[in-house]
């Protein structure tokens, strides 16, 4: 398995013969160069979006379109791309689980916000969520967008992920202190990566926190487009 950091809160994920493409933002993410744009999205056969702000789904669509891939994501949403914009969907909602070919991916709840913007203003397409994504002896926790929340303790009782993908950066998200009391608390990783950091300066910068609080756990801060193998 292989697990790219494409910046912010954009993955690569090479799982089970299938290319998992998670949040991906190209167009605009000051972390990924744009000479790494083609090699980011190269073999791709799914998309995952987790939720509708910007710097989540702004690219999508191109790339679903470009790659003829489809989106796999929130049912509300999903229907509506399939049936008005003529993308080819995954849909389901929290509690479900799909087979992607090998990896099953069970969408779980997260507690953020998800819209984005129209000239009659904001719309609010389904709801925000995140994914376990198991394969290859591993179940991944990827929160998405979030803040702590207890019901992360019924997802360790039915995954028991052993590697969690956590946004970390604050002000939208939960930050390093917060990330690792869900991490201490709820689950027991032997792998943590966080991620929507350091994108920009409002953001947290650095993971050292987490790795302080999380004896015994492998905390690894990404570099861009740089394989994590596991």
Same mark, same amino acid.
């Given at each position: /398995?292989? *697990?790219?950091?494409?910046? =912010?809160?954009? $993955?690569? %994920?090479? %799982?089970?013969?299938?290319?998992?493409?998670? @949040?991906?933002?190209?167009?605009?993410?000051? /972390?990924?160069?744009? @000479?790494?744009?083609?090699? +980011?999205? +190269?073999? +791709?056969? =799914? *998309?995952?979006?987790? =939720? +509708?702000? $910007?710097? =989540?789904?702004?690219d999508v669509m191109p790339i679903a379109r470009e790659h003829g891939i489809p989106v796999v994501g929130q049912f509300d949403l999903m229907a509506h791309w399939e049936e008005h914009k003529e993308l080819e969907t995954i849909g389901f909602n929290k509690g479900g689980t799909v087979d992607l070919g090998g990896p099953r991916v069970t969408m779980v709840h997260a507690v953020h916000s998800t819209s984005f913007a129209? @000239?009659?203003?904001?719309?609010?397409?389904?709801?925000?969520?995140? $994914? /376990? *994504?198991?394969?290859?002896?591993h179940t991944i926790y990827l929160s998405g967008d979030t803040d702590v929340m207890a019901d992360m303790k019924i997802f360790n009782d039915l995954h028991s992920p052993d590697i969690g993908i956590l946004c970390a950066g604050g002000h939208f998200t939960m930050d390093m202190r917060r990330a690792a009391y869900a991490a201490k608390t709820f689950f027991d990783f032997k792998t943590v990566i966080p991620c929507h950091y350091r994108t920009f300066d409002f953001l947290e910068q650095s993971a050292e926190e987490l790795a302080k609080a999380l004896p015994g756990v492998d905390v690894i801060e990404p570099e861009v487009m740089a394989p994590i193998e596991v």
């Open positions: /398995m292989k *697990i790219t950091w494409l910046g =912010h809160a954009s $993955f690569r %994920i090479e %799982i089970e013969g299938q290319v998992l493409l998670v @949040d991906p933002w190209l167009k605009g993410n000051p /972390m990924l160069p744009e @000479d790494s744009h083609q090699a +980011a999205v +190269a073999g +791709a056969t =799914h *998309i995952l979006l987790t =939720h +509708a702000h $910007f710097d =989540h789904v702004q129209t @000239d009659q203003g904001p719309v609010v397409p389904g709801t925000e969520c995140g $994914f /376990m *994504i198991a394969g290859e002896g």
